[in-house]
């Protein structure tokens, strides 16, 4: 060991060696002949003679062998074993991943033509049973018209006023709690709307200005309503995607259906 010390510390003080042979044929000797180091500090380190007079780089030597080389069997073991992730570490890494997809799964799905469609069938279902509960508390006839035209559904009260035909004149509610006016996406197109099995849409055949409604009744009563239409930007074998609402009239809610419907 003291033979090995003396080539390193030669070399840190300048002599004239090759640095790589004489690391390659000092360190497997250290590795199978382990000795005790001598620190700078040492009582024993005066007396070693390594080196030249005058060299002042003997720390130099402590940075020159690795640690490893000094360690024993049992030591490296134990540190192979210690190395790896934790098991808090890996449930902290699954927590981020999991908190990612929550926040980034639903703006992806907003995206898609099939969530739209079904926002738009959620929101109309809230406003027909919005209507469909004012005719229970105020004993009034609710009508829900749907503007084809203006791709608009709104829902209107009796007013107690009639016009000059004797019909009553239907006006929006006061002090509406929620929304009664909801759009229709772009990408809906109503091709059939059956009420009380008369499709009204032939009504308006060669016009792209449609309106049509249903009543619901002070009694909770909703009229037989079926519509018919297709989604334009959820195609199915390229055509657009078909869907069907059936309106229940005991209930006031719309069932969806894949494929159109009969009265």
């Given at each position: 060991?003291?033979?090995?010390?003396?080539k390193m510390n030669g070399?840190?003080?300048?002599?004239?060696?090759?640095?790589?042979?004489?690391?390659?044929?000092?360190?497997?000797?250290?590795?199978?002949?382990?000795?005790?180091?001598?620190?700078?500090?040492?009582?024993?380190?005066?007396?070693?003679?390594?080196?030249?007079?005058?060299?002042?780089?003997?720390?130099?030597?402590?940075?020159?062998?690795?640690?490893?080389?000094?360690?024993?069997?049992?030591?490296?073991?134990?540190?192979?074993?210690?190395?790896?992730?934790?098991?808090?570490e890996l449930m902290i890494?699954?927590?981020?991943?999991?908190?990612?997809?929550?926040?980034?799964?639903?703006?992806?799905?907003?995206?898609?033509?099939?969530?739209?469609?079904?926002?738009?069938?959620?929101?109309?279902?809230?406003?027909?049973?919005?209507?469909?509960?004012?005719?229970?508390?105020?004993?009034?006839?609710?009508?829900?018209?749907?503007?084809?035209?203006?791709?608009?559904?709104?829902?209107?009260?009796?007013?107690?006023?009639?016009?000059?035909?004797?019909?009553?004149?239907?006006?929006?509610?006061?002090?509406?709690?929620?929304?009664?006016?909801?759009?229709?996406?772009?990408?809906?197109?109503?091709?059939?709307?059956?009420?009380?099995?008369?499709?009204?849409?032939?009504?308006?055949?060669?016009?792209?200005?449609?309106?049509?409604?249903?009543?619901?009744?002070?009694?909770?009563?909703?009229?037989?309503?079926?519509?018919?239409?297709?989604?334009?930007?959820?195609?199915?074998?390229?055509?657009?995607?078909?869907?069907?609402?059936?309106?229940?009239?005991?209930?006031?809610?719309?069932?969806?259906?894949?494929?159109?419907?009969?009265?």
């Amino acid at each position: 060991m003291v033979r090995v010390l003396q080539k390193m510390n030669g070399l840190a003080c300048g002599r004239k060696q090759r640095r790589n042979s004489t690391l390659n044929k000092t360190i497997p000797t250290a590795r199978l002949t382990p000795s005790p180091i001598l620190f700078d500090g040492d009582p024993n380190w005066n007396k070693m003679k390594i080196g030249e007079k005058g060299c002042k780089n003997k720390k130099l030597l402590l940075y020159r062998i690795p640690r490893y080389i000094f360690e024993d069997k049992n030591t490296r073991d134990e540190r192979k074993k210690n190395s790896g992730f934790s098991l808090l570490e890996l449930m902290i890494v699954i927590a981020i991943i999991g908190v990612l997809g929550a926040i980034i799964m639903p703006n992806i799905r907003r995206t898609t033509p099939r969530y739209e469609r079904e926002a738009f069938i959620a929101r109309f279902n809230t406003l027909v049973q919005y209507g469909w509960q004012q005719s229970l508390v105020t004993h009034k006839i609710q009508r829900i018209t749907v503007d084809v035209g203006k791709k608009l559904i709104s829902l209107s009260t009796d007013s107690g006023e009639k016009d000059r035909a004797g019909e009553i004149i239907f006006k929006p509610i006061e002090n509406a709690v929620q929304d009664t006016e909801i759009p229709i996406p772009h990408q809906i197109q109503v091709k059939q709307f059956f009420i009380e099995g008369f499709d009204m849409m032939t009504k308006y055949a060669r016009s792209k200005i449609a309106t049509t409604w249903f009543y619901i009744v002070p009694e909770g009563m909703v009229q037989n309503v079926v519509i018919n239409g297709v989604d334009t930007q959820d195609l199915h074998d390229d055509q657009p995607r078909q869907f069907s609402l059936v309106l229940n009239p005991f209930t006031a809610l719309f069932k969806t259906y894949d494929t159109f419907q009969k009265p």
